[in-house]
C-alpha cells in the first residue's frame, strides 16, 4: 500500500512518515522557489534517512535543486521540458478527460 502526504513543513512532515506516508508530496504553491527550498531542505534529508518517496508540487526549478524524487505539475504549469531534461520523476494532474488526453506522450513516459 501507498500513502501520499501534501506537507507544508517539517513537522507535519515527521507525522506523515511515522504514520506511513510512503510519499511526500512539498505543496507550497505561489512560492519563490528560494523559499521553497529552504523549507524542502530538511523535508527531504528526513525522506532521504527514511527512504521515503519526495515530489516536489508546482517548482520544477526547486525540485532539482532539492535533488527531489520527482515534480508534480497542473496542466497550467511550466517546466516539464527542464524536468524532462534532468530527469526525476514526472507526474501532471488532468482535471478533465480532454487535459489527459492533451498530456504529451514523452511526458507521460517520463512519468512512468
Known sequence: ?????LVRDLETTRVAVDGGATVILLGLKRRPTHE????????RELCLE????FVVNDDVQAGLELDADGVHLDSGDTGAALA???GPLLGFTAASLVEAVSI????????L
Open 1 to 5: 500500500m501507498k500513502l501520499h502526504a
Open 36 to 43: 521553497v527550498v529552504e523549507t524542502g531542505l530538511p523535508i
Open 50 to 53: 527514511r527512504t521515503v518517496t
Open 84 to 86: 524532462e531534461r534532468h
Open 104 to 111: 504529451p506522450v514523452v511526458a507521460i513516459d517520463a512519468a
